[in-house]
């Protein structure tokens, strides 16, 4: 089973739409979590893409706290932006979601930064390996992890189809139902890359995007 922890759809700044991802994740073997930025719009597609597919996928919410982002997995409403990181943290753990943070030690994807890692700390999970990110920074979130003794996460970053996949988390097959499911597949599982999403794909990303907001 592999899991691709962070993704983004058209309800944020991606151009792929939840039914893409979930048709593309039932080509590719792997379960996409829909992570928008500060939405959990997604959901209702994605659910119906799952169904029509018969593959799953996991609603999440990639929140802009005041100090950089953390995703809650399954949350069961969508949570506000730009609250303190604790009282964000305090939200999750209200909806009983799951606690995972992104890109941790990138400044350029407003990660959490080491001001913050007694928060990271109280966190479910961080990401060791993100599609987008420089492997430098990859690589000390997770020497942070082991050091910590943190669940170690990994997910691609897409923000257009094609970005889909490259990062994900391996893990035994099992059903994903609760965010203490997906904990213990975490428990179980190996972050895995099989490629990093180079400049010219980023670049090309940002004219799309651009370009389909001039004609809309």
Not at 26 to 46: C, Q, V, Y
């Amino acid at each position: 089973m592999k899991i691709d922890m962070h993704n983004h759809t058209v309800y944020s700044d991606s151009t792929a739409t939840p039914a893409q991802l979930v048709k593309k994740g039932k080509e590719l073997g792997i379960i996409p979590i829909i992570t928008d930025h500060n939405s959990i719009k997604a959901e209702k597609d994605m659910k119906a893409a799952s169904k029509k597919y018969k593959w799953p996928s996991i609603i999440g919410e990639e929140i802009l706290t005041s100090e950089g982002e953390i995703i809650a997995i399954m949350p069961n409403e969508e949570i506000r932006k730009g609250m303190a990181p604790q009282e964000t943290l305090d939200e999750i753990r209200e909806q009983g979601a799951l606690a995972y943070v992104p890109h941790p030690f990138s400044i350029s994807r407003r990660g959490l930064g080491p001001q913050n890692v007694h928060i990271l700390l109280k966190c479910d999970a961080i990401e060791v390996i993100n599609g987008r990110a420089s492997s430098m920074t990859d690589a000390r979130a997770m020497e942070f992890a082991k050091r910590h003794h943190l669940l170690m996460g990994a997910g691609s970053d897409s923000h257009w189809l094609g970005g889909f996949g490259c990062a994900y988390v391996e893990a035994p097959d099992m059903e994903i139902e609760t965010p203490k499911d997906l904990l213990e597949a975490l428990k179980k599982g190996k972050p895995r890359m099989s490629r990093r999403i180079n400049k010219v794909e980023n670049l090309y990303n940002r004219i799309t995007k651009t370009l389909g907001k001039a004609f809309k």
